[in-house]
């Protein structure tokens, strides 16, 4: 008996354990970035330049073009991933759809550095050549990898949402006369729309947090962007470009880990959101 | 507008997008095999980079991203298995799976460049680790223990509740019914989630880049050793493309990428199967 029970402790460490990494993470970002924060105040999110060697740091720059990437990838992806997820659950054959999941499977394994590269060497230059650009990296460019790499996300959660609309509401539609797309329109995805919803929340969590595919193509500018032409920085690319050359515990490494807790808190507040509404869809 | 004409257009768009999808992986996968098939040789995945990458192969990456993924499964397997048995076994469905379940989502979404973060601060700095083949396994593995967790949990859950009762309707206690029962049953779901894990940790590049990774060609002697590793390689020569640097940088991401795809594939091919079995 005393046995099970030591057993039984050993077992809840370890399932206590993520709980603990995430307590470990938190309390490093915050030892590290606070400090900054709390002398900066608002100015740090708000400021317009971010001048390390003169200790200006204003992340404004960094959250703009975070955000102008995310929502340019999800106006690409979201109806792209709809539309594919709800192919794959109304009208795909059987074999269609034996061969659209592996490529799904396939492409979310794919690693992000592979995206960068494809991105920076086919998409950066498919922009510099057709739209005449000086140089292609841009938050154009950022966008369409970023909406590469967010589709599967949005496919697989949105196609579990419609799996879950009830059969008879399909079938009541049918029966009083509507079509096969009136029906998807009408029916299916205004019953599936909060998973729909929790799929887009998520995917811009993941598109936010991404680095590698980012850097790569974004052109890495300290500036506002004030087109979808010009280059930018994200808030990832700035940890790493700049971690690197910093020494550790100086102004410029805090301020660092002082995006990272903005990162770290927008990231945690859309996941949230969309598990929350996922566990009310069950 | 007609409602045919409507449902007919509708019906093309939705083929449409499909076939797009399917488009983009065509693409990337022949971008590289066209552009690094070429770079491909037993010198190659061999020899150590010269000229700082622009010659000889990437033999000390190769390595250095198996070292990584062997300390991050040693990491993530024990910690994330124990804790699906515990949920599933010795928990009932309360408050406390609640928020060990939350916990592991949490960490799930946390962005892999605040891995980076949290590494150096944590493993590098404060417990002065060094930049090291540890401390970048080390952050590798927190960050695929939810993978493990969640995986290892479905596939214990998917064990009948027949068979655990039969068993100890024998008299077994609990922990022989765990080990002679539940974790032969629910072997085959868990190594699933270990090798879906092993495809993300191989290919990340940002946690590690602070943690593990040096631009040197030198062999790793203990994981105490800074290591090269294939992705923060590639990043290397990505960036400073020079056409030499591009042809090797190819090479590396066709390597890296026919890793985690053999893997990942491995990895849903035997939870087909599995899940075939159990329905038997």
């Known amino acids: ?282 | 507008m007609n409602v045919y004409k409507e449902e007919k257009i509708m019906k093309t768009l939705l083929w449409g997008s499909a076939l797009f999808t399917v488009f983009i992986l065509i693409a990337i996968l022949s971008f590289l095999i066209i552009k690094g098939a070429g770079a491909l040789s037993i010198d190659f995945l061999t020899k150590i980079p010269t000229d700082s990458g622009e010659k000889g192969g990437i033999f000390p990456a190769i390595l250095g991203t198996l070292y990584l993924v062997t300390i991050a499964v040693l990491t993530a397997a024990p910690l994330g298995i124990g804790g699906a048995i515990y949920l599933v076994e010795f928990q009932r469905e309360g408050i406390i799976t609640k928020i060990i379940r939350f916990g592991a989502d949490t960490l799930n979404g946390v962005p892999s460049i605040i891995f980076g973060l949290f590494g150096f601060a944590f493993l590098v700095y404060y417990l002065k680790l060094g930049v090291c083949i540890l401390s970048g396994g080390l952050t590798l593995g927190f960050m695929i223990l939810p993978t493990v967790l969640r995986t290892s949990e479905e596939a214990l859950r998917a064990v009948p509740r027949g068979d655990k009762e039969g068993s100890y309707a024998l008299g077994a206690t609990k922990l022989q019914t765990i080990r002679n029962i539940v974790l032969p049953q629910s072997f085959s779901g868990i190594i699933t989630g270990i090798i879906l894990g092993i495809g993300r940790a191989a290919g990340e590049t940002a946690p590690i880049i602070f943690t593990a990774a040096i631009l040197n060609p030198v062999l790793p002697k203990s994981v105490f050793d800074p290591t090269m590793t294939l992705p923060t390689h590639l990043y290397n020569l990505v960036s400073e493309a020079t056409p030499d640097k591009l042809l090797n940088a190819y090479g590396t991401a066709l390597v890296l990428v026919m890793i985690i795809l053999i893997t990942t594939y491995s990895a849903l091919l035997l939870r087909r199967y599995f899940t075939r079995n159990i329905r038997r």
Not at chain 1, 56 to 68: C, K
Not at chain 1, 115 to 121: D, E, K, P, T
Not at chain 1, 226 to 247: H, K, Y
Request: aromatic share 8%; net charge positive; glycine share 8%.
């Open chain 1, 1 to 282: 008996m005393n046995r099970e029970k030591l057993v039984e402790r050993i077992l809840l460490i370890c399932a206590l354990s993520a709980i603990f990494v995430i307590f470990l993470i938190i309390m490093f970002l915050f030892k590290e970035g606070l400090p900054i924060l709390k002398k900066e105040g608002l100015s740090f999110i708000f400021g317009r330049f971010w001048e390390p060697s003169k200790n200006i740091f204003g992340a404004l720059p960094f959250i703009i073009g975070s955000l102008s990437v995310t929502f340019l990838a999800l106006l690409i992806a979201v109806p792209l991933g709809l539309f594919c997820a709800i192919f794959l659950s109304e009208i795909a054959p059987g074999w269609a759809e034996s061969l659209l999941r592996p490529v799904i499977e396939l492409l979310a394994g794919i690693p992000s550095i592979v995206y960068g590269m494809f991105g920076l060497i086919i998409i950066v230059r498919a922009i510099k050549v057709s739209i005449g650009l000086p140089t292609g990296e841009s938050v154009l460019a950022g966008g369409i990898v970023l909406a590469l790499m967010i589709l599967p996300i949005i496919i697989s959660i949105s196609e579990d949402s419609i799996n879950a609309v009830p059969r008879a509401y399909k079938e009541g539609s049918l029966a009083l006369g509507a079509t096969h797309w009136q029906t998807i329109r009408n029916v299916i995805i205004p019953s599936a729309s909060s998973g729909i919803l929790a799929s887009v929340i998520l995917s811009m969590g993941r598109a936010i947090g991404e680095t590698m595919a980012v850097v790569l193509v974004l052109g890495n500018v300290e500036m506002i962007p004030r087109s979808i032409f010009n280059p930018a920085e994200a808030l990832t690319s700035v940890i790493l470009l700049e971690m690197g050359e910093t020494p550790v515990g100086g102004t410029h490494y805090q301020a660092l880990f002082a995006i990272g807790i903005l990162l770290f808190v927008i990231v945690m507040l859309l996941n949230t959101a969309s598990i929350l509404i996922r566990r009310r869809m069950r």
